[in-house]
């Protein structure tokens, strides 16, 4: 069989998709909303706090190495992370308590504290990094 650019991109789509499902089946992510955000800090559980838009690539980038480190299992599997969307909360009050400066801003917590963050980092050891902070 002979293998045209298209088809070794059609099937190189179909084994990330599949990759990025599985990864994602193992997640944990809910919404932003500052009753949500105060009753995860009030559990004292580790999470992760994401400011994201859908436009951002370095947002885009962030998520997808959350979703790589949830495969290679504990603490990584059962991470909680709430994303927040910068465009609707960026100059809001719970914005500005955050000190929130922009998008791909990811901030860990642990026993109801920030523990570390990160701002417009996307490689997976730092993140990695900033998720064991909160272990």
Do not use: E, H, N
């Given at each position: 069989m002979k293998y045209t650019r298209r088809v070794?991109?059609?099937?190189?789509?179909?084994?990330t998709?599949?990759?990025?499902a599985v990864a994602e089946s193992n997640a944990r992510t809910v919404g932003?909303?500052?009753?949500?955000?105060?009753?995860l800090v009030k559990s004292g559980k580790p999470?992760?706090?994401g400011v994201h838009t859908d436009w951002c690539s370095t947002?885009?980038?962030?998520?997808?190495?959350?979703?790589?480190?949830?495969?290679?299992?504990?603490?990584?599997?059962g991470l909680t992370v709430m994303e927040m969307?910068?465009?609707?909360?960026?100059?809001?009050?719970?914005?500005?308590?955050?000190?929130?400066?922009?998008?791909?801003?990811l901030i860990m917590y642990s026993k109801g504290r920030e523990v570390?963050?990160?701002?417009?980092g996307t490689s997976q050891s730092s993140i990695k990094k900033l998720i064991d902070k909160g272990y």
């Open positions: 070794i991109l059609a099937l190189t789509g179909l084994i998709l599949s990759f990025w932003f909303t500052p009753a949500a955000y105060k009753s999470f992760m706090l947002c885009d980038r962030q998520k997808r190495v959350i979703g790589a480190l949830r495969t290679k299992g504990t603490p990584y599997k969307d910068w465009d609707q909360y960026r100059g809001s009050k719970i914005g500005r308590q955050l000190r929130i400066p922009r998008r791909s801003t570390g963050r990160i701002i417009a």
